[in-house]
């Protein structure tokens, strides 16, 4: 079947670090990807979104890659501080219905 | 600041119990979906509606979980009789498109003894 998932579940950096998390997809019709950061005890929080049409986007610190050749995205956060430890997942959608979800990669940032 | 709101937020119960979520959506939003988290299985869609119809139920295990939408400010989650094996962080998430941004909600954390 579909799916989406992680390279590693966990990550390490150190605080002003970069972060680079990466995540795959197995279907080729997906044509929106997003990713969220889940702290402990809390909901999934959109952080930053693309669409097939697009290589690359950035927000505030945060920088999202999607590469279609390799069906491959991933999510830069620049300046890792101790706020970003959390656990990261990715989704994409399903030939445009519901998001599929990784299993999530967690984020420590040690300072 | 437009959120998804759910309760209760936490729910210790007995197995063989009835069990009762509810979760209100962000006005505008005609897309409500249930998910459930554990720590096996990650995050596991059950169900999703669009302007309150159920789309897709399959994630479901229909012979003791219901999910409704009354109306376009309230969905529901039941699960009738509780398991051990049903505890888990149920969430709500809504959006304006189903394979789009969803925003979910704080979850209810459920403990079936």
């Known amino acids: 079947g579909e799916s989406v998932g992680l390279h590693l579940p966990t990550l390490s950096v150190q605080e002003g670090d970069n972060s680079i998390i990466n995540c795959a997809y197995s279907?080729?019709?997906?044509?929106?990807f997003i990713w969220y950061k889940q702290e402990s005890g809390k909901g999934p929080q959109f952080i930053i979104d693309?669409?097939?049409?697009?290589d690359k986007r950035q927000g505030q610190r945060v920088t999202v890659l999607l590469n279609k050749t390799v069906k491959h995205l991933s999510l830069q956060i620049a300046a890792t501080q101790p706020g970003d430890s959390a656990v990261y997942f990715c989704?994409?959608?399903?030939?445009?219905?519901?998001?599929?979800f990784g299993k999530g990669t967690t984020l420590s940032v040690s300072s | 600041d437009a959120r998804v709101t759910q309760t209760p937020r936490h729910k210790v119960t007995e197995m063989g119990q009835e069990v009762t979520m509810r979760c209100q959506p962000i006005?505008?939003?005609?897309?409500v979906f249930w998910y459930r988290q554990t720590m096996m299985q990650g995050l596991e869609l059950l169900a999703y509606?669009?302007?309150?119809?159920?789309?897709?139920d399959s994630g479901m295990p229909k012979d003791r979980f219901s999910a409704e939408m009354p109306d376009a400010t309230l969905a529901t989650l039941k699960i009738q009789p509780s398991e051990p094996r049903d505890s888990a962080v149920y969430f709500c998430?809504?959006?304006?498109?189903?394979?789009?941004?969803?925003?979910f909600g704080p979850g209810t954390r459920l403990l079936v003894l």
């Open positions: 989704a994409g959608n399903q030939a445009g219905t519901a998001l599929i």
């Open positions: 693309i669409r097939s049409n697009m």
């Open positions: 006005l505008g939003h005609n897309t």
């Open positions: 509606f669009r302007n309150r119809a159920p789309l897709d």
């Open positions: 279907n080729s019709a997906s044509d929106y």
């Open positions: 998430a809504s959006g304006l498109v189903p394979g789009e941004t969803q925003y």
